[in-house]
């Protein structure tokens, strides 16, 4: 246990240096660089006063030790700096008008898929030679591997152009004025989402489809399964209290390791959609040079990832009995 | 090296028993296909297909002129295509080969050392796999000023021996325990001619599973760096085309053809490694093998 | 006969694996009477499990039932439909399976899979299950705490008995015990057979005792039926079997049992197990029989009664007549 918030806080210690090595890695004076780039896209208005403000506000002009504190202390409080794109907006501003959207979107995503995928996993796992399995299968395989943003586009052309069904961008619709949480706002919401969401479920549904059959077909095989049938019980109870039971555990970590890999998928997707979530607000910062907003939002990912990681560690022992109780 | 091959030789039904297995044989079908076809394609083009505005843009396929269209600059998109294949598993395939061989150094190592070797190799290890890869990689990848290929290999090498190194020193520890080795042990073979002799034929699936797997997210990790921009400037990749197709709209001006070929093609390769990968595991595990009847 | 309880004929349960078909159990026959402790023996592989899991139809494919019947109580199970079947599981015929340490599912509390095994065929209010469960563990030399445990947290000795306690819940008329106690140690081993044969008495129920360990049908069975790649090579009251046993192959396995009084030459039986794909033509055992003749090789004996109620496969014995050679 006491290992686990060990590697919890050297990992995210590591990435907070990570964070902090890397722009200073940069030959040359980084404020002049960027300054120099967005002069070459026009941007004006940068005076030798302007730099050294700059410099000094980001304690350039101090060593790197004292840099690395100022960083650590600055971080730790909350202030993450100032965006250079949506001056003079701070970072972590900016980051939390993204924050919500890209939960919303992966807390849906994944409780769909993972409940879809595991229901769906449990009967044709269950079920020796399945017709349902047959067809649902090759479909499952291929949609598993294709990334979410690219399944993303494919839905995009054919339900938001082909045929306009939903809307192409945004989280909401444009103009709509915030009178407060209404029916008509949420639903308005609901149906801007449903095409980032339907990419992500697609795809995970696939993933969590064939893993729980697999884990099925491996608990099929047990003797206690035997037992229970052997005892009259009826198969429904046998697959309910017998096989998912023992099925869903691995499932359930599974969460956990798989939350880097969708939080990344749903970035990618959010860019498809130009859903304001984190993904499309570090497309934006990448495309703009905003170092600040750049390593704002992977710092907060690799907290995010690390902490989900962290909890599904420690709450793993207390659902899986043969850990609660401990080997006697 | 020569009693390491004939120990493998004496697995010749092995190699055998790998390419009897259907999934194993389609997926590497496809994807020699997939090589061939675009390194064959990229040498026939008469002209340089990176080329802005050879052709006019936006148009739709036609036969026999541009069977793929022409993308929102004016370049064919079959030949873009068959280069764009052809650097993506360049990549895949160059940190698929690094990535394992370093990931299987690293897992022997820390396996067979134990003690503090291991602990810290496996602390760095698993600081690698927790670590989400890809908002690491944007970091890296936006800082560097020009992005080649060989950039994109080398950047996503840092991140593709984790894995690999994880599940080969899990296997090598399990193996270690195993009689055979304490035979082996007894007759006075010295360490590392267990680890060659013994140890390594038994693993040959897992490097398998594990070179196939790296391909697989190397693949699809330059996808998704090019697709936000950050790919290789100098050349064309999936990835990119995909981001040209995003950022010239092509999903609402219709231009279906420029976001259908990469996918399409990704989603063709993806299955195939993916393919390799399950008949691999299978092969390996003849238990699951043999549910299915 | 009123008395039988169980009449196996002709039953044959093979797989259909890779590398051919195997016969597991390749007509066997045999009868069980009620209250009677019998007991199955025979080396590993010859079929002795499959013939258990085939009397409670746990048979799942590859395997399948060829043909032949298991008539229990006058009912010939396997003309039941699986619903049907579903009233006599462990109603009236129950399992204590070979592996007591999988067979608990790891996720549960031992009350809970008791309780299972109750309410399914038996509408019980928890009251009652919370007086019932106790009960049942203490039948079998549990404290009733155990109830509350979960599978891990108990030893091999202890989670053998609460499955015994799981197989006797409804009171069925027949258990099936196959290798009950093979995965513990000698001492564990005998205070189980204790157990099972109190309950037996007590409660009435048939045995069908499956081990390999001779010492063990020795301490407690009625009849013994041996057998050898797939078949029942001989059959006969626990006495006439131990004291004088005919088939070559029941010498052979009777006298693998270690003696503390006779000093003996432990005789391993020599040769390899039979393969039941291709198996050897005639009397199955003939390779590996020290007293083989030339018929052994061309035609397989038949199960001919010897002596009373005891019935021997073997061609030193035809036609009821001893040719001692």
Sequence with gaps: ?328 | MVRFLEALRKRSGFANELLRNRKILAGIVIFLGMSLISVAGSYLAPYNPMRLGTFPPEMPPSFPAHILGTDSIGRDLLFLLFISILNSLQIGLAVAGFGTIFGLLVGLISAYSGGFTDSALSTVTDIALVVPMLPVLILVSSMIRVVEISTMILILIIFSWAWTSRTIRAQTLSLKERDFVYMAKLSGMGRFEIVFREITPNMISYVGVNFFGTCFWAITAEAGLSFLGLGPQTTTTLGNMLYWAQNYSSIYKGLWWAWATPIVAISVILVALYLVNIGLDEVANPKLARQRL | MSNQLLDVKGLKVYYSGLKGLVKAVDDVSFQVGKKEICGIAGESGCGKSTLASALARLIVPPGYIEEGQIVFDGTDLLKLDEEQFREIRWKRISIVPQSAMNALNPVMKVSEQIADAITAHENVPDRDLNERIPELLKSVGLFPEVARMFPHELSGGMKQRAVIAMAIALRPDLVIADESTSALDVTIQRLILQTLMDLRRRLGFSLILIAHDMAVQAQTVDRLNVMYAGKIVETGSAIDLFKEPLHPYSKMLISSVPSLKAKKIFEAIPGLPPNLINPPSGCRFHPRCPHIMDICRIEEPKLCEVRRNGLVACHLFGDGIEQRI
């Design chain 1, 1 to 328: 246990m006491a290992k686990r918030l060990a590697a919890y806080v050297v990992v995210l210690f590591a990435a907070t240096l990570i964070n902090f090595v890397i722009p200073r890695l940069i030959p040359g004076d980084p404020i002049r660089v960027v300054i120099a780039r967005l002069e070459m896209r026009g941007r004006q208005g940068f005076s030798e006063d302007l730099v050294l403000q700059y410099t000094h506000m980001f304690g350039l002009d101090k060593d790197l030790f004292t840099q690395f504190t100022n960083y650590m202390t600055q971080m730790l409080r909350g202030n993450l700096g100032l965006s250079i794109s949506w001056f003079p907006s701070s970072v972590q501003e900016v980051i939390g008008r993204a924050l919500p959207w890209t939960l919303y979107l992966m807390f849906t995503s994944v409780i769909i898929s993972w409940v879809i995928g595991n229901v769906l996993g449990a009967i044709i796992g269950w079920q020796r030679d399945s017709k349902l399995a047959r067809a649902i299968l090759p479909a499952a395989l291929v949609l598993g591997t294709i990334p979410y943003y690219m399944l993303a586009i494919s839905l995009a052309f054919f339900f938001a152009y082909t045929i306009p069904l939903f809307p192409a961008t945004g989280s909401s619709s444009i103009g709509i004025i915030w009178h407060g949480i209404s029916l008509g706002y949420i639903a308005d919401l609901i149906w801007h989402s449903v095409l980032p969401v339907l990419s992500i479920v697609i795809s995970s549904v696939g993933w969590w489809m064939m893993s729980m059959k697999a884990m099925i077909a491996n608990v099929l095989g047990e003797d206690y399964i035997m037992l229970a049938r052997a005892k009259g019980m009826k198969t429904s109870v046998i697959l309910r209290k017998y096989a998912l039971r023992n099925a869903l555990l691995p499932q359930v970590t599974g969460l956990a390791m798989t939350i880097g890999q969708t939080m990344s998928g749903a970035l990618l997707t959010e860019v498809v959609f130009a859903y304001p979530g984190l993904g499309w607000l570090l497309y934006n910062a990448i495309t703009n040079l905003d170092y600040p907003v750049i390593q704002g939002v992977v710092l907060l990912i690799i907290f995010t990832i690390s902490t989900a990681v962290l909890l599904m560690d420690l709450l793993y022992p207390i659902i899986d009995p043969r850990i609660r109780y401990g080997e006697k």
